[in-house]
């Protein structure tokens, strides 16, 4: 089991950059595949990116790609979603979630353990 953590969030105007951070416990943190989600005001929750155990492979949602990149470091067992150029509809609550397999997924369904969230705001 693996208890999840998100720290980062807040306030930024558009154009400008957050960096999310997931910290896991537990000593397995590298079997997880690790993905980020997030829900808008009166939107369904969406895949934003994932990233394998290792790190080696991510996969990023076409609607942030070249915006967004997500990353690992497993000897901190944390991992990060940069957003760079936000824009108001980045506006959400962003979750991380870690999968038992340690593949990327963008499949919501697939992730076990989930975060309690954090905030995003991007006024317009």
């Known amino acids: 089991q693996v208890q999840l953590v998100e720290s980062g969030g807040g306030l930024v105007q558009a154009g400008g950059s957050l960096r999310l951070s997931c910290a896991g416990s537990g000593r397995t943190f590298s079997i997880f595949g690790m993905g980020w989600f997030r829900q808008g005001p009166g939107k369904e929750r969406e895949f934003v990116g994932s990233i394998s155990g290792s790190g080696g492979t991510t996969s990023i949602a076409d609607l942030v790609k070249g915006r967004f990149t997500i990353s690992r470091n497993n000897a901190k067992n944390t991992a990060y979603l940069q957003m760079n150029s936000l824009k108001p509809e980045d506006t959400a609550v962003y979750y991380c979630?870690?999968?038992?397999?340690?593949?990327?997924?963008?499949?919501?369904?697939?992730?076990?353990?989930w975060g309690q969230g954090t905030q995003v705001t991007v006024p317009s």
């Open positions: 979630a870690a999968n038992r397999s340690p593949y990327v997924s963008s499949v919501a369904g697939t992730y076990e353990y």
